[in-house]
Each structure stands twice: as C-alpha cells, then as structure tokens.
C-alpha cells in the first residue's frame, strides 16, 4: 500500500489521540505519561497494529529535532537564582560523572556478556559502547516527572537533577561516538576525543550564550505586528543555534540548553504568551518523540534480551549510579548522604539513550540491534520503576516539603 496524506494524517492524529486521552489515565494513575506513549507506540508498530516504521536515521533526525526542543524549553523555565548554587555539583556529575557511569557499566557488561550471558557476545569496546550510550540521564524523562509531580524539594535537588540532565547529554554523545569508532577501527584516539571534546563543549556554550544575546537584542529592537510572531522568530533561532553549533563542530543541544537560559532569563515581549506556546511545543515534541522510538522497536525481540537486560538494569540503577553520585559529590559537604540517595535513585533513563542507541545502527555495527533492543529495554524499566516512585523516594528520605 502506498502512503498518502490522509492516511499518514488520519494514522498519526488517532495516535495522538489515543496518546493524549490515555495520558489524563496515566497521571491519575502516578504512572510517567512518557512510558505510556512508548508503550502506545510499540503497539501500533511492526508487530501490534502493524504501522511499518524501521528506519533508525528518520528516528534520529526525529529524536535530535525533539531533544533540541525539550532542551531548550527546559532551560527556558530555569532561573539562574536557581541553579546558581548547584553549577559546580551539576557540572562536576554531567562530565565525571558520565565517565565514571560509562567505565562502571562497561567493565560489568563486558564481564557479564563474556563470563556469564553468553547469548550476546560483546568485546571490551562494544561494551564501553553500549555503557556510554546509557550513560547520561534524561532531559525529556526528568524535566516532564518532576514537573508533572509537582514536587517541591528540598536542598536545590530539582534544579540539580534538572541541570545535570540538560547538560550530561554531550558528554554522553562524545563518548558514543569515541567508542563507535573505536569499534570499527579497533583502537581508542584518546587524545583526539579529549580535543574534540573541549571543541564541542567550548564552542556549544559561547554559540547557546552569544546567539542568545543575539535574539534577545534583535526582538527587542524590530516591532513585530503580531505578538505570536517572536514566539516563530524564537522557535526559527532554536533550530539556527543547534544546526549552527553543529556546523562549527561545537554541541548542538549544550548549545540550545544555555540559549534557553539566555532567554528564559531575560526580558521578552509578552513573556507569559511565549512561555506557554513552548512548553506546549515541548510536549508536541515529546509526544512524537516517544511514539516514534516506540514504533521503531520490535516488542517481539525483547524476550531475547530479558536477562541481560534485567542484569544491566540493576548494574545501572544499584552499582554504578549510586557509586558515581557518592564519588562525584564527596567533596559538595553540604549536600547531605539522604540527598546523595535520591539523586541516584532519580537517573532517570528515557529518550536520549534511545536515540543514541540510533546511531550504531545506522553506523552498520555487528550487535547494534542487540544494543538497541538492551537499551530499550533498560529504559522501559527505568521509567516503570524509578520513574512511579520519584515522589515516593522523596518522601521516604524525607525531602520533600510536604514530608514535613
């Protein structure tokens, strides 16, 4: 059957429908609204309703479209009176601590797919690979469960999560892409990561922060005839700031989170109208996102990887996380054990590993689909788990304000 407008149209407004209805169900219910459209996409996939959708570079430019979204909207809504006392911590867990994450998990996947689930066979590098990918927490999954709880924490720990989150993601990137190549050629460019590394994050943060200055002067400026119009203008530079960054070798989404920091905290014409037109936008975006990976997935190979994946699920959430947060904030001393505590309990996973999770697929590796599948399934539970229990951990530790 050839696919034309309205069956595109008619398909993709029945699972936005479906999406939107079902999620009022979801958040009664305390269950993340991001798992459900997943699990609504992977029933209308390959092997649920039938919808066709196997191709991992669309996924991707869908993905990084989205994620650019997300992030900026995140960054929008974040006050630096507010993050201002965790940059240090934050920006201390989104770079070592992503490193530490990754060697932890790889060294284990490495063991247990070699010494103890041999169904999947990976080498010391396609398990680095496979740990740097889930390495980083995700944007999408933190912003949309801590603001949709509501939850009022104590000790800064909402600005940290959020800033860790919307800033762990290059880091995570460059260590994706330094250990696909060392895939496919057999060997570590140290020295060439540590370089392109310094590029992408210097280059990434003067472009979000000078091309912010940049918007904010120039809407300040034009008179526009209609008030709707600089909220285009704001979502035109968004696109300009990631693909720009991109284009001078710097970090698209760093770029786009600070650019939204610029924004969020500057004077903006008709603020209140901008604020909701992009927070709307960022759920549109979230909303094709995770319908889109949800469609991508096969459901019938999960099974497969049901232990390994249980196995690297708890090498996540009971090892490695809990090690790097004590590692990396050991020297914050005014950030206390209990908070250390949740902060690795909330490494939220969810869209970002997905899709770059994308990449060794389209890079053609030998066990990209097994890759894939293990990350899809680590997210899965991820969300399922840590991602319902969010306001219960806080209570529980008792830092949440209305644990008091």
Known sequence: MVLNPQYILLGGSVLFLISIFASRAAYRFGVPVLL??????????????????NNASTAQFIGVVALSMILFSGGMDTKYSEIKPVILPGIVLASVGVLITTLIVGTLIYFITNQIARFITLSLPESMLLAA????????????ILRSKGLHLKENLRPLLEFESGSNDPMAYMLTLLFIGAVQAGEINITGFIIKLIVQLVIGALCGYFLGKLIIYIAGKIKLPASSQYNILFLTFVFFVYSSTEFLYGNGFLAVYIFGLVLGNSKLPNRENTEGFFDSIAWFFQLIMFLSLGLLVNPSELPHILGIGLAVTFVIVAIARPATIFLCLAPFKHISNKAKHYVSWVGLKGAVPIIFATYPLTAGLENASHMFNIVFFVTLVSLLVQGTTVNFAAEKLKLSNSSD
Do not use: P
């Not at 996939?45 to 039938?50: E, L, Q, V, Y």
């Not at 990918?133 to 949309?144: E, G, L, P, Q």
């Open 36 to 53: 459900l459209f997943l699990i609504i996409g992977m029933v209308f996939g390959s092997d649920g309703a039938g919808i066709q959708f």
């Open 133 to 144: 990918v889930m390495s980083s927490t995700d944007s999408a999954s933190v912003f949309s």
